[in-house]
């Protein structure tokens, strides 16, 4: 069977982590550590904050939403 792009896309967890963790993504987009952390835990970064990481080369906008297409949403039936 094969993948869709949005599964063989790195998780936003993955991204935040290759980019040094969410105290390094805090201080490159200018947000609290403790939000990024936030945005790892629960493996999801909010498309509002997706341009400033794209600016700032730590993923591209297309990567992002293949992240977020691939993690399932709160509350879904998985």
Do not use: C, F, Y
């Amino acid at each position: 069977m094969k993948q869709s792009s949005a599964q063989k896309a790195p998780s936003h967890t993955a991204i935040i982590a290759r980019n040094g963790g969410p105290a390094a993504i805090g201080r490159l987009i200018g947000i609290d550590p403790n939000t990024t952390k936030a945005w790892k835990r629960l493996d999801s970064i909010p498309a509002a904050h997706w341009q400033s990481l794209a600016n700032a080369g730590a993923a591209s906008l297309d990567e992002l939403a293949a992240a977020a297409a691939r993690t399932p949403k709160q509350g879904a039936a998985v």
